[in-house]
């Protein structure tokens, strides 16, 4: 794990400031790995790479980066967990002098060319530099795990894990207006954009290759869901099983020590269990909790799940006082805001972790693959009340009907604000169109926001693309279409959240539910055995019932680790809005209205994300905007 840079002239013309361009990446990096720093360059300087090291795999200091073979030289960030069998594939025809995964890549790609990257099962980013072709190889994995951020300025082309490292090389420092309108909606933009304009993400699942000057950007792997509609119940329950086993056991492939987050619900709960069954012993977890004000602890989830398998657990308590201490650290650790505030006890529970271990498993994707999201819930029973009214209930194969989701109705027992929200405007409307709606936090925010500086409509035409395509999911459920809209687009971006938090302490985070075969294999059950009258989780729940406690097992108000933004902003914290709203810059921002930003953030309803998303976009102006000359005087001669 660990943090990659480099830069490439598109015309091979050497570059007279190449040392220091990689220099200054490396430095904005340097917390992505604190064991070791490398920079390589070629002969005649037209390309270079950086290289910021947390080892994890092979401590010597022969698996150092960039690394070097041959004609092939690579810098790289992740972890390939079955790079031991594929060391034993490529043997035959590849000297290995380390036993890190780094040159099982270089092996690959020099067997293989960019076709290895079908191998490949982890979480990664990588360049290779091919001298012999001239040619730049880049590529991410499949679900956007690790970061890889890139801009095309002039004739260079740069590249590095977070977007705050390519910030010395923009000439001018902007927000993107397509990016901005997604955020306002999703909080998470849904295409390859970032809040920053000209730097770009490589999409999960794509390659990159610039040969001949030439810029080429490609998907290598895309889910489609191939219902298996012959497959019994009980043989899928097996295959998922040994699946969901199969990773655990890959993801603990490690030469340090190896933890787990505990939030105190199913998929972290499963997670530390089957890690510790694996290990024949337990793991430490750890955890992050709310003291005040009451109501937002769920250590005690934690702990039974801690106590199941007989682990330690670390609880870091957390207070107003740390979120006024550290929301701008955190804010400038994500690169961009992104997500809801969740971020912030994520980063407060991993600063306590880096104390203790350099890897911890966590439970990211359970929700997105398995169905664990309420709102999923909410969407079904409107088509439960239509197909009623209409009298269609019984005309088709039905997923969800009235009577079936009525007893688990419980769960929405804290959503009755949304459920008001949800019928208030296009009821029984088409059904991307509910889903959107669903999602839409834009409709929260008033005179805040420029909305001249906003295109929602060609969000709405791009939303539409992806929950609408057919090459992903033709005509299943209404299930798959909204679990495959947040697996392409709310995933990458919670793993933004944990890929930026945990590598701002120095510390890895590996997450086992996202793994091809687990992936793959959802992908052809049908939605009925998946979502079964609405039950959440039920292929976890009914294949693991062992493994969790039961008072985990049966909670009805999980809630997904909420901060209690609206009773600090209220008490501890009041006021907090207008004095960073105090600065001059502040009011000269081209996305938001200052003079309506008031004391709006106590009259908020208690889960709102209205204040965060506000506050982190100024305070990411701040960061990076307001310093702008900063950055650009670390590359400066």
């Not at 980066?65 to 043997?91: A, H």
């Not at 430490?284 to 007989?310: I, V």
């Not at 969000?459 to 299943?476: A, M």
Request: glycine residues 6%.
């Amino acid at each position: 794990m660990c943090g990659i840079s480099g830069v490439y002239n598109l015309l091979n013309k050497p570059q007279k400031g190449l040392s220091k361009y990689i220099q200054a990446m490396n430095y904005l990096q340097e917390h992505r790995g604190p064991d070791g720093e490398g920079a390589w360059f070629n002969d005649n300087k037209s390309v270079g790479f950086g290289h910021r090291r947390l080892s994890i795999i092979d401590l010597e200091d022969r698996a150092a980066q960039p690394m070097r073979r041959d004609n092939i030289s690579i810098t790289y960030n992740g972890e390939i967990y079955n790079y031991k069998e594929l060391k034993k594939k490529y043997s035959s025809k590849f000297s290995f002098t380390t036993n890190s995964d780094t040159e099982v890549i270089i092996a690959g790609y020099k067997i293989y060319g960019k076709d290895f990257i079908h191998d490949l099962r982890g979480m990664f980013s990588f360049a290779i530099w091919d001298e012999k072709e001239g040619s730049l190889f880049c590529a991410r994995d499949r679900f956007g795990i690790k970061p890889f951020h890139y801009t095309h300025i002039d004739n260079n082309f740069y590249f590095a894990s977070e977007a705050k490292a390519l910030i010395p090389f923009l000439k001018e420092i902007n927000t993107n207006q397509e990016a901005f309108s997604e955020y306002l909606i999703f909080q998470y933009s849904i295409s390859n954009n970032t809040l920053f304009d000209q730097i770009f993400q490589l999409e999960p699942g794509h390659f990159l290759e610039i040969k001949n000057s030439k810029i080429n950007i490609q998907p290598y792997w895309d889910i489609e869901y191939k219902i298996d509609w012959n497959t019994s119940a009980s043989d899928f329950n097996e295959q998922i099983t040994s699946a969901i086993n199969d990773s655990i056991k890959y993801h603990l492939v490690s030469d340090v020590e190896v933890g787990a987050y505990v939030s105190g619900g199913i998929d972290s709960s499963l997670v530390l269990n089957l890690a510790s069954n694996e290990l024949d012993r337990s793991i430490k977890g750890f955890n992050g909790r709310f003291l005040q004000p009451s109501g937002f602890d769920e250590s005690q989830y934690a702990q039974s799940a801690a106590d199941h398998c007989g682990s330690d657990l670390v609880i870091k308590d957390i207070s107003s006082k740390d979120f006024e201490s550290y929301i701008k650290q955190v804010i400038y650790s994500l690169d961009y805001p992104v997500a809801g505030p969740g971020s912030f006890p994520q980063f407060m529970t991993s600063m306590e972790a880096s104390k203790h271990l350099k890897v911890l498993l966590g439970g990211q994707g359970g929700d997105e693959i398995f169905g664990g999201y309420a709102r999923y819930i909410i969407a079904y029973l409107e088509q439960c009340l239509k197909a009623s009214i209409e009298g269609t209930a019984s005309n088709g194969n039905y997923l969800v009907t009235l009577e079936s989701i009525v007893p688990n109705l419980q769960i929405l027992k804290e959503y009755k604000p949304l459920l008001s929200r949800f019928w208030s405007k296009g009821l029984f409307d088409e059904m991307d169109m509910r889903y959107l709606f669903l999602l839409n936090k834009s409709t929260e925010f008033g005179n805040e926001i420029n909305w001249e500086f906003t295109n929602l409509e060609s969000v709405e035409d791009r939303y539409k693309k992806i929950f609408n395509n057919q090459n992903n999911v033709r005509k299943e459920a209404y299930f798959d279409k909204m679990t495959h809209f947040d697996f392409k687009t709310l995933l990458p971006a919670l793993l933004q959240v944990e890929d930026r938090v945990s590598m701002a302490h120095g510390l890895e985070s590996r997450v086992p539910f996202i793994d091809t075969e687990i992936v793959e294999l959802l992908a052809t059950v049908p939605a009925d055995k998946k979502f079964p009258n609405g039950q959440m989780k039920h292929l976890l729940k009914h294949n693991f019932k062992n493994n969790i406690p039961h008072e985990i097992l049966s909670r009805k108000d999980k809630m997904g680790f909420p901060v209690p933004l609206h009773d600090w902003f209220s008490n501890d914290l009041k006021g907090l809005m207008q004095d960073l709203f105090s600065d001059i810059n502040s009011k000269k921002r081209d996305i938001f209205n200052t003079v309506h930003i008031e004391d709006f953030e106590s009259s908020e309803s208690k889960y709102s994300r209205k204040t965060w998303a506000i506050m982190s976009l100024e305070l990411w102006h701040q960061s990076y905007h307001d310093n702008f000359a900063q950055f650009k005087a670390l590359i400066k001669d």
